[in-house]
């Protein structure tokens, strides 16, 4: 997926993050990965920038970032 992605518009892309956590089950690297993408949202946010999010299969197990309570 991510290399259809970039041969369609990596000229435009300024940078491609890979992100890989536990599955079927959430573990630290999920909660890692989570916290990760979050951020990466926050920080296009501020920059007004567009953000491209490529999603496979598992990905509510490989990038864990539930809400507090």
């Known amino acids: 997926?991510?290399?259809?992605f970039?041969?369609?518009?990596g000229s435009q892309t300024r940078e491609l993050v890979v992100s890989r956590g536990g599955h079927p089950l959430p573990d630290a690297e999920s909660f890692r990965a989570?916290?990760?993408a979050l951020q990466l949202a926050d920080v296009n946010r501020a920059r007004g920038e567009t953000l491209v999010v490529l999603?496979?299969?598992g990905a509510s197990a490989m990038l864990a970032?539930?809400?507090e309570g």
């Open 55 to 57: 999603l496979s299969g």
């Open 6 to 9: 970039m041969a369609r518009h």
């Open 65 to 67: 970032a539930p809400a």
């Open 1 to 4: 997926m991510a290399a259809a």
């Open 34 to 36: 989570g916290a990760a």
